[in-house]
């Protein structure tokens, strides 16, 4: 129970850092490149869930509801009962193809103009190419 609360604690902290990063700073490889990340609208999308605004959570991001098993999961794995899932190979591995299938299902549909995929103009590397490109 002791290293469930200690998870507990610093999947918190954590959530709320990268919350308060996003919010704040947006997401730092759209800045730096003006392409959306995989997981862009993941912040909001759960925002959108702990309002109960399960269309929006859709809208901002699908996989957002996925976050609480895994941060279910997560906490509890140090337990007993948790312990077995979060370190196999095979859990990891769906991820990242449901992760990849998601982000290109998206780019497809949505880029480059619906938010959160779309295309920000004031990149860092996009405005040196801009200026070479043009000018």
């Known amino acids: 129970m002791r290293a ?7 999947l918190l902290v954590f959530l709320a850092l990268l919350a308060a990063w996003g919010l704040v700073f947006g997401c730092p490889i759209k800045r730096l490149t003006g392409l959306p990340c995989p997981g862009c609208g993941l912040t909001r999308g759960c925002l959108a869930l702990l309002r109960l605004d399960f269309a929006d959570a859709l809208r901002w991001h699908p996989l957002a509801f996925a976050v ?3 941060c279910a999961m997560f906490v509890l794995k140090d337990t007993r009962a948790g312990g077995r899932f979060w370190g ?6 769906g991820l990242i193809a449901l992760i990849l299938a998601v982000y290109a299902a998206r780019m497809a549909l949505m880029f480059p103009g619906a ?15 801009h200026k070479l490109l043009l000018h």
């Open 68 to 70: 609480p098993p895994l």
């Open 115 to 129: 938010p959160p995929m779309n295309f920000y103009g004031g990149a860092v590397f996009v405005r040196p190419a």
């Open 88 to 93: 196999s190979a095979p859990l990891l591995a």
């Open 4 to 10: 469930a609360l200690k998870n507990a604690a610093a």
